[in-house]
């Protein structure tokens, strides 16, 4: 069973940053791709980033693109997501994901339903 443990959520001021993180356990963690994606209140959970298991390719919504940057270190078991220029629209629970199966070593994933095991959730709050 695949375990994923976020943290690094928190209050910003608009323009700030946070840097989350999520530390994946259970099995083999580079042969897969993961991904990042949030949910706002009242709102459907919508992809945020994702990154392919080599570590060379990653894709973004275009909401974010240009202030967050997704990255892994396969070493440590760990998914990042660096999150710059934060706007109060960023404000979410955010989740770290993996999927089920082995992925291409360039393949990102981008739909919620290709993803299969989901951490608890961060907080990232985002105030104007």
């Known amino acids: 069973q695949v375990q994923l443990v976020e943290s690094g959520g928190g209050l910003v001021q608009a323009g700030g940053s946070l840097r989350l993180s999520c530390a994946a356990s259970?099995?083999?963690?580079?042969?897969?791709?993961m991904g990042w994606f949030r949910q706002a209140p009242g709102k459907e959970r919508e992809f945020v980033a994702g990154i392919s298991w080599n570590g060379r390719n990653t894709y973004y919504a275009d909401s974010v693109k240009g202030r967050f940057t997704i990255s892994r270190d396969n070493a440590k078991n760990t998914v990042y997501l660096q999150m710059n220029s934060l706007k109060p629209e960023d404000t979410a629970v955010y989740y770290c994901?993996?999927?089920?199966?082995?992925?291409?070593?360039?393949?990102?994933?981008?739909?919620?339903?290709?993803?299969?095991?989901w951490g608890q959730g961060t907080q990232v709050t985002v105030s104007s």
């Open positions: 994901a993996a999927p089920n199966s082995p992925t291409a070593a360039w393949a990102i994933p981008i739909g919620r339903y290709e993803y299969d095991f």
């Open positions: 259970g099995r083999t963690f580079s042969r897969y791709a």
